[in-house]
């Protein structure tokens, strides 16, 4: 039998329907109440538990969760009876679900499901790291990361598998946007870390690629092949994520899943390096930049690799930028170009253009970034 | 006026057969050749011996042991189960051109005076075949504009490492082997285009296409060429039907750069008589004789894939070819600078015999006419589709006309109900359709479906086709589950993925079944 920890954060998705673009923060909620929102995700999460309840074996799971509106109503809106772990204030928030997910953590559940947006995968994220597989039902205004269902039925059909040993498991972004900067009409996502979540090809991700790929062998894929043809003395500042990360896996160093590590002769000289770092490091030497694609959005630079200022790219040149990222990742942008946003726009203009992103082993996809 | 179409109350046959190894009794035979004749036996002797103990099996095999009536049930009753080209509108599998395969040519091949040759009869006792041989090379130069073929690529994949390997002999012998190591192809050609060149150790490089117009993009190709290039490797139609109107434009910036191009035509139905690969300026070319040309497919079976080459290419085509001093027809076994055999003897001749027929009744303007009709009959099931089904769209470049194929998704109708094409193609099943084809991977369009109603199919067919997914997209929108237990009629019930796809519960023989099911 499965234990399943169910957190709800009863507040999110609230911003969206009155036009606010998130529910953080108590004086936007305030907000969002007095301009009429309703509480949208303990009925999402109704919805998930139903269809988990009626694709699951019998007796194959049962749900730990917290009192009252972060879980317990919702389980018996669906019919179930939880064991309540933890007993959050009327007024809940961030605090409550990391409460929450530690209460879980002690009790070891085999997965944790979140109902809320991109701040509610952020929170989860900082209790639980890599220790936890999780799943997020999608509640929340803002949803850029890759960590929800794509519908909260198919959350609970996708857990109804998990109880049956049928689902499989990645890691995905934990994306979110500067809130206040949203509100003023300015998008700008960065990528927060990664969650392991629970995975079946066409109930996490939209069905574009169809395929099946194995994530994990094919960041080994390309990981080898970079690996194979690294040059001798020349530095790699390996960027942020899953993608980059499997290099300094497959080499067997110590890496940084949000920063910038730099190896040279497969050997490194410098973990989780600054933008001071880099240029001291690279002063008239050769070197390459290795980044990745944040999946779904396709940014490249800008985006949580900061390190990489308008000045190491600027002496990198497009020549020596190499965009690693699964054809799995590229397909799901559906045709959208990879993004620059250097925060410089000469930078961003002299690295338009088409790049020759590695996708696999000696896998070549020519994919095109722009500006905006 | 529009002829009312009802659907027919379909229901295949279900038979619940045993594998046929589970039929076996100990002691059941088929019929017992009577001993020869005692005459024959002295002058043989004792056949035991004919046989060199090195060709004998020191065991018998384990083959079942039946009679001939039970043998004729079981396949008999496996063919009931079978859908295919001959018992209905086979439109659904896209890029595979079903078509209708004449039975005339059938009994050329089967006819004793093919069936008996041997391959290594002298060439002056087979003068026929090797004139229809050379003959239907003449045919093929003058479909495609090129100026040598050979048969022996046992179907399109092996036709494309072929030529990939004529490639590599070609820029060998100009001293550029080792510089010209990089090939591009595009994401929406056949994937042997890219896994050929892969295998003959070349880098592949692959464009995507424009969002726009679904087309490779001529700015990703300029971004890629350089005095690496060895070549182009791109089919032309592409899969989704959309006639590449810059094709010429690519070949020339490959050529700039001193590679050459090669078109993949394994499906060449849309383009009989209208264009041709070396007036676009391909250096080569390949036909699946088993598609286009009407010959049943084989999978890499009794299939051929006729490579054709520019005249400065032809010295690199496996040999033998056959040749005619104009008076004898010869297999000129020279050539050394072949790439060498790519398959025995002289590779599937029955396939060349049965597509040199077809070409001869079809004659030039026939050829024309198969395009033609191919084309109208496909924008005319498309207008249909994409009129009458709710649900159904066709990517890229909307509203304007496709060549031989369409690839239509069914991302809509997964959005609103739940059903995606592979609901939809199990419940085709259900009134009598053989599945049809979504797509090679990865899936850039969401929810595929490519069908390809060829020539051979009737304005009624068409009709029902559409009449079809008109129906099975209303149960969606009314009654999704439906759908998504389909089918209900076929032989074979829903199958879940998972279990097919996991190794572990991968069976590919009598003897593997045994041993993962605890069987002596």
């Given amino acids: 039998m499965k234990k399943i920890g169910l957190i709800i954060n009863p507040i999110a998705g609230m911003g969206g329907r009155v036009g606010l673009k998130g529910t953080d923060g108590a004086d936007t909620l305030q907000k969002a109440i007095s301009l009429g929102a309703k509480a949208e995700a303990e009925n999402k999460t109704v919805k998930a538990l139903l269809a988990l309840q009626e694709a699951a074996p019998e007796n194959s799971f049962i749900i730990y969760t917290c009192s009252g509106k972060m879980g317990e109503y919702a389980c018996q809106k669906a019919g179930i009876s939880p064991i309540i772990v933890y007993h959050p204030d009327a007024m809940t928030g961030a605090q409550d679900t990391k409460n929450a997910v530690e209460e879980m953590q002690k009790r070891n559940m085999d997965c944790l499901v979140f109902a809320g947006g991109d701040g509610t995968a952020r929170n989860i994220c900082q209790a639980v790291g890599d220790q936890a597989l999780v799943l997020g039902i999608p509640a929340g205004v803002k949803i850029h990361s890759a960590v929800f269902a794509t519908k909260p039925t198919n959350a609970g059909k996708l857990l109804a598998a998990f109880c049956q040993n049928k689902t499989a498991e990645k890691e995905s972004e934990v994306m979110d946007i500067d809130e206040d900067a949203f509100r003023n009409g300015q998008v700008s996502a960065r990528l927060y870390g990664y969650l392991r979540i629970i995975y079946a090809p066409n109930l996490v991700q939209s069905l574009k690629s169809g395929g099946v790929f194995n994530n994990k062998e094919a960041n080994f894929g390309i990981a080898d092949y970079m690996i194979d043809h690294m040059e001798k003395d020349v530095y790699y500042l390996i960027g942020a994520g899953t993608t980059t990360r499997a290099i300094m896996e497959r080499l067997r160093l110590p890496y940084t899943l949000l920063g910038v590590d730099i190896v040279q002769n497969k050997k490194l000289i410098c973990q989780d390096a600054n933008e001071k770092e880099i240029l001291e490091m690279i002063d008239n030497k050769p070197f390459k930049i290795v980044v990745s694609v944040i999946g779904g959005q396709g940014y490249i630079f800008g985006r949580g690799n900061q390190q990489f200022s308008p000045v190491v790219l600027q002496k990198a040149g497009k020549e020596n930028i190499q965009i690693i990222a699964t054809l799995d990742k590229l397909v799901a942008l559906q045709g959208k170009p990879l993004l620059l946003d250097t925060g410089d726009s000469v930078t961003d203009k002299l690295l338009a253009g088409f790049y020759q992103v590695l996708s696999g082993y000696d896998e070549h996809y020519v994919y095109q970034a722009v500006y905006e | ?520």
């Fill in chain 2, 1 to 520: 006026m529009q002829k009312e179409i009802k659907l027919r109350n379909f229901h295949e046959a279900k038979w619940d057969e045993p594998i046929v190894c589970e039929l076996s009794v100990p002691g059941q035979r088929g019929i017992l050749i009577p001993p020869a004749e005692k005459g024959i036996q002295n002058e043989i002797g004792d056949i035991e011996k004919v046989i060199p103990a090195s060709l004998k099996r020191k065991k018998a095999p384990n083959l079942p042991e039946i009679a001939q009536p039970q043998v004729l049930r079981h396949y008999l009753r496996l063919s009931q189960e079978t859908m295919g080209q001959e018992i209905v509108a086979d439109i659904g599998l896209g890029t595979c051109t079903m078509k209708y395969s004449p039975k005339i040519n059938e009994q050329f091949v089967r006819n004793s005076k093919f069936a008996d040759l041997h391959p290594l009869q002298d060439d002056e006792t087979t003068q026929g075949i090797l004139e229809i041989i050379y003959k239907a090379e003449q045919c093929l130069k003058a479909i495609s504009g090129m100026d040598a073929f050979s048969f022996q690529p046992g179907g399109g994949g092996q036709a494309v490492f072929s030529n990939a390997s004529v490639l590599k002999a070609y820029h060998t012998a100009r001293g550029e082997g080792e510089q010209r190591n990089e090939i591009i192809t595009t994401i929406l050609s056949h994937p042997v285009n890219a896994a050929s060149p892969a295998t003959k150790g070349f880098k592949v490089i692959t464009l995507m296409p424009d969002p726009k117009t679904g087309c490779p993009s001529v700015e990703a190709l300029k971004s890629v060429v350089s005095e690496h290039t060895a070549g182009l490797f791109i089919t032309n139609p592409e899969d989704t039907g959309i006639f590449n109107s810059q094709i010429k434009e690519m070949v020339d910036i490959v050529h700039s750069v001193g590679g050459l191009c090669i078109a993949d035509q394994a499906d060449y139905n849309g383009l009989f008589g209208i264009c041709r690969a070396r007036d676009a300026g391909f250096d080569m070319c390949h036909f699946n004789l088993h598609k286009s040309f009407s010959s049943p497919h084989g999978c890499m079976g009794p299939c051929c894939g006729a490579q054709g080459v520019k005249e400065e290419l032809a010295q690199y085509l496996p040999k033998p070819r056959v040749k005619f001093d104009g008076e004898k027809y010869y297999w000129d076994y020279d050539g050394k600078t072949s790439i060498g055999k790519v398959r025995k003897f002289y590779g599937v001749v029955a396939t060349v015999l049965r597509a040199y027929a077809w070409i001869m009744a079809m004659g030039a303007e026939g050829l024309r006419e198969v395009a033609d009709t191919a084309i109208i009959n496909n924008n005319y099931l498309m207008k249909k589709m994409l009129t009458n089904v709710k649900g159904i769209s066709a990517p890229w470049q909307e509203g304007e006309f496709r060549m031989e194929q369409v690839r239509y998704s069914w991302e809509k109708c997964k959005e609103d109900t739940g059903v995606g094409t592979e609901d939809i193609e199990r419940r085709a099943g259900d009134y009598g359709l053989q599945s049809y084809f979504l797509s090679h991977h990865p899936w850039l369009i969401a929810e595929p479906m490519t069908p390809e109603p060829t020539e051979a199919y009737s304005k009624a067919d068409l009709d029902e086709y559409a009449a079809i997914f008109e129906k099975i997209s209303e149960e969606a929108y009314s009654d999704p589950e439906l759908v998504k237990n389909a089918p209900y009629k076929t032989a074979i019930s829903k199958v879940s993925h998972p279990g097919i796809d996991d190794p572990n519960d991968l069976i590919v023989s009598w003897r593997v079944y045994k041993k993962k099911k605890g069987l002596k």
